[in-house]
């Protein structure tokens, strides 16, 4: 059994900061990419930032230059710290991580989300 739990979500005026955790829990042999996706009212998910083992990263166009991704394969966690923040970033935040456990195939797992309001 594998867990994903965010934490970190709230609400925040435009040009705040937010700092997301995402932490990962269970029968865990590898841990691989982590990453963060958002979801809007009325709009798909979204990627916004990965991290691969090592310390690599890509982000969205939208969020480049104000958040950055960090991970901590010491406890099995994954951050986001979200800076100059926009209205339009107002979005269910989803921790995402590509997770294997002993004797099975690498697979996706996802949290169940935490909300981000950027608003005045």
């Known amino acids: 059994q594998v867990q994903l739990v965010e934490s970190g979500g709230g609400l925040v005026q435009p040009g705040g900061s937010l700092r997301l955790s995402c932490v990962a829990s269970g029968s865990i042999s590898s841990l691989n990419a982590m990453g963060w996706y958002r979801q809007a009212p009325g709009k798909q998910r979204e990627f916004v930032a990965v991290i691969i083992r090592g310390g690599s990263s890509n982000y969205a166009d939208s969020v480049k230059g104000r958040f950055t991704i960090t991970r901590d394969d010491a406890v099995n966690m994954v951050y986001l710290q979200m800076n100059s923040l926009k209205p339009e970033d107002t979005a269910v935040y989803y921790c995402?991580?590509?997770?294997?456990?002993?004797?099975?195939?690498?697979?996706?797992?996802w949290g169940q989300g935490t909300q981000v309001a950027v608003s005045s």
């Open positions: 995402n991580a590509q997770i294997q456990i002993l004797g099975v195939p690498v697979r996706d797992y």
